[in-house]
């Protein structure tokens, strides 16, 4: 019963090379948000969508893109993936309302090579 | 900018011992919330605080939020292995903008 479904699991690209995250969500939920944890560190906010309405973290790399093509979907596209970017990417979604709690999934682990 | 520390960083206990994490904002909290991360996973929402003095307990995890809504605590009575993993405070910072903690990583001693 995922709710919250992101593919792949483990993810290893080449410096440079193009890579895309996938969210996919069976809760009908208003926002999507991308966040990035590296190894015992906090979870960063990258960015949200609310709907189709996108919004970027201030400090996210440009490096980092997303795509939200309809309600369930949403894509994380990192254009040259540095090693730096290495991290567990992980998608949550929430209705939109005050004061709710975020459904995560599983988690991408990426690794950059 | 609002920031959650959390204490301890790390905690190893044996089964059965009581054990508590807190959480301390920079700024007065409208909404905290605990999630339990297993290694390399996602996070499970375990509870919610958002009023200064709530506490909610759900089978032996109990969470305060303080009265100045700027420290929360997590309780585990009689900890046990399923009780490992990586807990997080979180918060919301700004409309739709939610940060984390970075985590106390429990690890349980059978």
């Known amino acids: 019963d995922a709710m919250v479904i992101q593919n792949p699991r483990y993810q290893v690209t080449q410096f440079g090379k193009p890579v895309t995250l996938s969210c996919s969500q069976t809760?009908?939920?208003?926002?999507m948000y991308w966040y990035q944890q590296k190894s015992s560190q906090a979870p960063k906010l990258l960015f949200h969508?609310?709907?189709?309405?996108?919004?970027n973290e201030a400090d996210t790399p440009d490096n980092f893109q997303s795509r939200r093509p309809n309600t369930s979907f949403c894509f994380l596209d990192i254009r040259s993936p540095g090693l730096g970017d290495a991290a567990m990417y992980l998608c949550?979604?929430?209705?939109?309302?005050?004061?709710?709690?975020?459904?995560f999934g599983s988690g991408t682990q990426l690794s950059v090579l | 900018s609002q920031e959650l520390e959390q204490s301890p960083q790390s905690l190893i206990v044996q089964e059965g011992k009581n054990l508590t994490i807190n959480c301390t904002s920079s700024?007065?909290?409208?909404?905290l919330y605990w999630y339990k991360q297993k290694y390399g996973e996602g996070l499970i929402f375990l509870m919610m605080?958002?009023?200064?003095?709530e506490e909610k307990s759900h089978e032996k995890i109990t969470a305060k939020l303080d009265e100045k809504k700027q420290q929360s605590s997590l309780h585990i009575t009689a900890s046990q292995p399923s009780h490992a993993g990586i807990y997080l405070c979180?918060?919301?910072?700004?409309?739709?903008?939610?940060?984390f903690g970075t985590g106390t990583r429990l690890k349980v001693l059978a």
């Open positions: 949550a979604t929430s209705r939109g309302q005050v004061y709710e709690k975020l459904f």
């Open positions: 809760l009908n939920h208003n926002v």
């Open positions: 969508y609310y709907d189709k309405d996108f919004n």
């Open positions: 700024k007065t909290l409208y909404g």
């Open positions: 605080l958002q009023k200064g003095g």
């Open positions: 979180g918060a919301h910072s700004g409309t739709y903008k939610y940060i």
